[in-house]
């Protein structure tokens, strides 16, 4: 089982749906997806999973990922903006006490706008996953590259449809 703690109107959660079939979808807020509102970061400490998969807010991620840390068997997997990567505070009270088994850097740019899923659109922000294999906690951190593959893991129904162009202000 894996668990999304900030699951907002579920799109990671379909994915990861395809690979592990039960996972644990919540949000501090109801975005009206059907999830639990319940917040990750306060109250007892959830029930184990072997996997804790996210895309936190990036102001939490640090406590997020110490939390996922905490509840999960096999591993964790955060997907934040690579200046995440920087940072003496966060090397100090996260990267050094608990090295990541991987980086995977992205080679292209992965669109992200706050509260809408697109196809379309650019951005100036690198993205990377950031992962803890339980199994290899205490080997070396390995570095690697996503290579291009949007084109081939990408389909038309992974998103929303969008309204048709305007002429004029009006929809067509």
Known sequence: MAREPAANR????????E????VD?????????????????FGPLPDPVHWTITNPPFRLAEQF???????????????????????VGRY???????PPSDILQFTERVVMHKGRLSAKG????????????KEAMGEPTRF?????????????????????ET???ALL
């Open 144 to 164: 690697h590259w996503i290579a291009p593959c949007r084109r081939r893991l990408e389909h038309d129904y992974d998103y929303p449809a969008e309204p048709a």
């Open 167 to 169: 002429v004029e202000g």
């Open 10 to 17: 579920g799109h990671m959660v379909r994915v990861l749906r």
């Open 92 to 98: 100090r009270d996260l990267f050094s006490a608990f």
């Open 19 to 22: 690979f592990f079939g039960a």
């Open 65 to 87: 990922i110490q939390r996922a840390l905490a509840t999960s068997r096999r591993g964790v997997a955060v997907i934040v903006r690579s200046a995440f990567l920087e940072g």
């Open 25 to 41: 979808a919540a949000d501090v807020h109801d975005y009206g997806a059907g999830f639990p509102v319940r917040d990750y970061l």
């Open 122 to 133: 650019s951005t100036a922000t690198a993205y990377c996953w950031i992962v803890w294999r």
